[in-house]
């Protein structure tokens, strides 16, 4: 590379030190980081963009902050000119990744498949620009292959290796069962870098084994190896458990911006300068900043996390949103005020109802027992009074507001 260096201009060098620091930066690993520089030495200067490799097994399609985290990474990559490669595994997805799984993932169905992968694009749509991403379905390539050719891909790897894993090794060892096909899923995974010829590949941490793969299978076809960048799993509002909407713990990028920010404001203190370097799209600098302000005591966690807040739902809603959601916390949260904007439920009849019925019928609580449970954790109040009764009788007045946690609220309208 010494030569391919030299040969660059002052500023064409500047420009490699300039991207390789924002690629370095929010990542836990690069393998290896100085193959990464040489690539964009020889991008440089020969003008010929990278191809930026993202496998998507769409089992889950609803996107949360957490799966941001990669998404950012790739559109730093696109902002600098390189060529982002979004790989749905509509073919690997009929297997199903075992990847942290106990047990054998359940195969999709074709129509399964094709409905997810829409709904991830058209979500991927507020972080990347669509106009400028490469999108591949890997039945095109994988569907194709013969027996003979399964038979010589599989000769790239030994048993031993893909047992080291360690979902397979902790099946293995519990006496539980692995069938073949799940064996397949990293070699498939693999074989889409070799028919893209990636550069570079993203994944989790926890995809560490599935994109060491590719770069694997690339050397056995003769083809020079991408390199992997492997991204931090983001925990959840909990602090503790990765994000999850199985887990309750997330932060949907669909959400409305209000509930965007309050979701924000009860991240653990200790997260908050992983959450700016992660998810936003702040410069270095700026997340610098606020990780040495806060560390220096002159940036209350709080004032971090509402600058945080606006910064999230600035990205998914617009600046206007940001500082609306801004002011509507500061109203109810820290004045203790009932918003102004509450949406509005007509309710015919007047008389008495159960708290309970009373939540259930405004749609605040999916279930009797659930809004049993909200009671007694003091999480309802009516016209701003605690309601700790479960079996207490609400007299339905006009204007009545009633609130579930800190977020929802609803107005009643009566009407006779």
């Given at each position: 590379?010494?030569?391919?260096w030299?040969?660059?201009s002052?500023?064409?060098?500047?420009?490699?030190?300039?991207?390789?620091?924002?690629?370095?930066?929010?990542?836990?690993?690069i393998?290896?980081?100085?193959?990464?520089?040489?690539?964009?030495?020889?991008?440089?200067?020969?003008?010929?963009?990278?191809?930026?490799?993202?496998?998507?097994d769409?089992?889950?399609p609803?996107?949360?902050?957490?799966?941001?985290?990669v998404?950012?990474k790739?559109?730093?990559?696109?902002?600098?000119?390189?060529?982002?490669?979004?790989?749905?595994g509509?073919?690997t997805?009929?297997?199903?990744d075992?990847?942290?799984?106990?047990?054998?993932?359940?195969?999709?169905?074709?129509?399964?498949?094709?409905?997810?992968?829409?709904?991830?694009?058209?979500?991927?749509?507020?972080?990347?620009?669509?106009e400028?991403?490469?999108?591949?379905?890997?039945?095109?390539?994988?569907?194709s292959?013969?027996?003979?050719?399964?038979i010589?891909?599989?000769?790239?790897?030994?048993?031993?290796?893909?047992?080291?894993?360690?979902?397979?090794s902790n099946?293995?060892s519990?006496g539980?069962?692995?069938?073949?096909?799940?064996?397949?899923?990293?070699l498939?995974?693999?074989?889409?870098?070799?028919?893209?010829?990636?550069?570079?590949e993203?994944g989790?941490?926890?995809?560490?084994?599935n994109?060491l793969?590719?770069?694997?299978?690339?050397?056995?076809?003769?083809?020079?190896?991408q390199?992997?960048?492997l991204?931090p799993?983001?925990?959840?509002?909990?602090?503790?458990?990765?994000?999850?909407?199985?887990?309750?713990?997330?932060?949907?990028?669909?959400?409305?911006?209000?509930?965007?920010?309050g979701?924000?404001?009860s991240?653990?203190d200790?997260l908050?300068?992983?959450?700016?370097?992660?998810?936003?799209?702040?410069?270095?600098?700026?997340k610098?900043?606020?990780?040495?302000?806060?560390?220096?005591g002159s940036?209350?966690p709080?004032?971090?996390?509402?600058?945080?807040?606006k910064?999230?739902?600035?990205?998914?809603?617009?600046?206007?949103?940001?500082?609306q959601?801004?002011?509507?916390?500061?109203?109810?949260?820290?004045?203790?005020?009932?918003?102004?904007?509450?949406?509005?439920?007509?309710?015919?009849?007047e008389?008495?109802?159960?708290?309970?019925?009373?939540?259930?019928?405004?749609?605040?609580?999916?279930?009797?027992?659930?809004?049993?449970r909200?009671?007694?954790?003091?999480g309802?109040?009516?016209?701003?009074?605690?309601?700790?009764n479960?079996q207490?009788?609400?007299?339905?007045a006009?204007?009545?507001?009633?609130?579930?946690?800190?977020?929802?609220?609803?107005r009643?309208?009566l009407?006779h």
């Amino acid at each position: 590379m010494d030569h391919k260096w030299k040969s660059l201009s002052e500023v064409q060098q500047l420009e490699v030190e300039r991207q390789l620091a924002q690629y370095r930066n929010g990542v836990h690993e690069i393998i290896p980081e100085a193959e990464l520089k040489q690539k964009l030495v020889t991008s440089i200067s020969t003008g010929k963009p990278l191809k930026i490799k993202l496998g998507l097994d769409p089992t889950a399609p609803d996107v949360h902050i957490g799966h941001t985290v990669v998404l950012n990474k790739l559109r730093q990559f696109q902002e600098n000119g390189h060529i982002v490669q979004l790989i749905i595994g509509d073919f690997t997805g009929k297997i199903g990744d075992p990847t942290g799984k106990s047990v054998a993932r359940k195969q999709l169905t074709n129509e399964e498949v094709k409905r997810n992968a829409e709904t991830y694009f058209k979500q991927f749509g507020k972080v990347l620009d669509k106009e400028k991403v490469e999108l591949h379905y890997n039945s095109s390539w994988l569907s194709s292959l013969d027996l003979e050719a399964v038979i010589h891909l599989s000769s790239k790897i030994t048993v031993a290796r893909l047992i080291e894993r360690n979902d397979f090794s902790n099946r293995l060892s519990e006496g539980k069962p692995i069938s073949l096909h799940e064996l397949f899923y990293p070699l498939m995974q693999g074989y889409d870098s070799v028919a893209l010829e990636s550069d570079i590949e993203l994944g989790g941490t926890d995809q560490q084994f599935n994109v060491l793969m590719g770069r694997h299978l690339q050397e056995h076809y003769s083809q020079e190896k991408q390199v992997v960048i492997l991204l931090p799993l983001l925990e959840g509002l909990d602090g503790v458990e990765k994000m999850s909407k199985s887990k309750h713990n997330y932060i949907g990028i669909d959400e409305d911006p209000n509930q965007m920010f309050g979701k924000t404001m009860s991240i653990p203190d200790e997260l908050i300068v992983k959450y700016f370097n992660l998810i936003t799209d702040l410069s270095i600098e700026e997340k610098e900043k606020v990780a040495n302000e806060i560390s220096e005591g002159s940036l209350h966690p709080m004032d971090a996390k509402i600058l945080l807040g606006k910064t999230i739902v600035r990205m998914y809603h617009g600046k206007e949103s940001a500082e609306q959601a801004e002011n509507q916390f500061k109203e109810v949260f820290q004045k203790g005020e009932i918003p102004g904007d509450i949406p509005v439920k007509e309710w015919y009849g007047e008389g008495k109802i159960s708290i309970v019925d009373l939540l259930v019928s405004l749609q605040m609580q999916s279930s009797k027992s659930e809004a049993r449970r909200m009671i007694q954790n003091g999480g309802i109040r009516v016209d701003g009074e605690k309601v700790l009764n479960v079996q207490e009788e609400i007299t339905i007045a006009d204007g009545m507001v009633v609130q579930v946690g800190k977020r929802k609220f609803k107005r009643l309208k009566l009407v006779h």
